[in-house]
């Protein structure tokens, strides 16, 4: 059967980008029917050093952006991954079938330990077992991600496939990645050649699912473009990062093609287009923002919520890591 599962690191508070390359897919996903679990992976998150309280803080303000973006707790399960112990267990196991090699290629792993290897935590090494973890201990068949996400959901696949072959087994499955719109690699801001990041020093390369509308519309005004007005079709922003950028961005605010989106601004400057980007993400972004406050006047709720999907998240994974274990040869008594 087909199931959904995917995570966001409450590592800090969530950008335009994440909602447009993930909470929105996630929600079209839930009301799709297929089975979806979405979880805050707060163990990811201690890869580098957080402040606890504000830890705690991120986590319960990144469940409340799932709600206000419409993610349905009742509908889908909903919780952080620390409460689940199965993923930091099914983590070791996996740890112990991946290779050295693989991590070593990955991308992510590079830039964030950067030139400091020696100084990283081992756990932002093994980063990407975790995160395989967090995928098959559901037996999960699609994981909606950004771009970002690919190299890492390459890795879970390659992860199941030489458990399956080293015990011989046809037992996880060979996850699909789910990488599809317009969104899936929104840029900063300030860089068209960077990703808009939560950890992105300056603040005014994001927008912030958080951000008031004023502070939308600077953003967005003082977002580095060129002088060019806009063509008819993306064909003609080849060579226009920025530009393209920001034409991305409205069509997945709007739910349109770039085309469409295009087809209206063709010959207009940024003068025209930037005023009316803004107003579009102020209109999308502030009923969420307004929302998330509600859910934040409420922290023990939140709590509740989480707890609840806990528990339904630990009853499909523990069986599964239970039989994990029985396939490695561990003894299980109870
Ligand atoms: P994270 O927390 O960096 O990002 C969460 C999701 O948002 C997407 N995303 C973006 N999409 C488009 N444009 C952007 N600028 C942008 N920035 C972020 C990410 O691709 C992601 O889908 N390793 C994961 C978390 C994770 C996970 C998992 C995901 C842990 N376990 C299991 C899927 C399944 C991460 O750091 O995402």
Not at 214 to 243: F, H, Q, V, Y
Not at 284 to 297: C, H, K, L, W
Not at 301 to 328: C, H, M, N, Y
Request: charged residues 25%; negative net charge.
């Amino acid at each position: 059967t087909p199931r959904i599962f995917s995570g966001i690191q409450p590592s800090g508070g969530l950008t335009l980008g994440n909602y447009l390359g993930a909470l929105q897919r996630f929600v079209s996903l839930q009301d799709s029917g297929i089975e979806t679990i979405y979880c805050l992976v707060d163990l990811h998150a201690l890869t580098t050093w957080q402040d606890p309280d504000k830890l705690r803080l991120q986590t319960r303000e990144a469940a409340a952006a799932f709600m206000a973006a419409g993610v349905d707790p009742v509908r889908s399960i909903l919780f952080n991954q620390s409460q689940v112990s199965a993923h930091a267990e099914l983590s070791w196991l996996l740890s112990c079938v991946a290779r050295v090699g693989w991590m070593d290629r990955m991308t992510q792993f590079k830039d964030k330990g950067g030139k400091d290897r020696e100084r990283v935590s081992l756990g932002l090494y093994a980063y990407p077992a975790l995160m395989a973890a967090d995928i098959l201990a559901y037996h999960a068949t699609a994981v909606p991600v950004g771009d970002d996400q690919k190299q890492h959901l390459e890795l879970t696949r390659d992860i199941a496939a030489k458990f399956n072959h080293d015990y011989d087994v046809d037992f996880f499955p060979i996850t699909e990645p789910l990488i599809e719109g317009v969104a899936t690699r929104v840029m900063s801001l300030r860089d068209g050649s960077k990703k808009m990041s939560k950890s992105d020093p300056s603040d005014a390369s994001r927008i912030n699912l958080t951000d008031d509308a004023d502070a939308i519309s600077k953003k967005i005004r003082k977002a580095r473009t060129d002088a060019e007005p806009l063509p008819g079709s993306m064909d003609g922003l080849k060579d226009r990062p920025e530009a393209r950028n920001l034409v991305n961005i409205y069509a997945a605010l709007s739910e349109e093609t770039p085309d469409q989106v295009l087809t209206r601004f063709e010959g207009k400057g940024f003068g025209d287009f930037k005023p009316a980007l803004a107003d579009l993400a102020v209109s999308v972004v502030s009923p969420i923002t307004g929302r998330m406050n509600d859910f934040m006047a409420d922290p023990a709720e939140i709590d509740r919520v989480l707890g609840d999907g806990a528990d339904r998240a630990d009853a499909i994974a523990r069986p599964i890591l239970d039989q994990t274990k029985d396939i490695v040869g561990l003894i299980r008594s109870r």
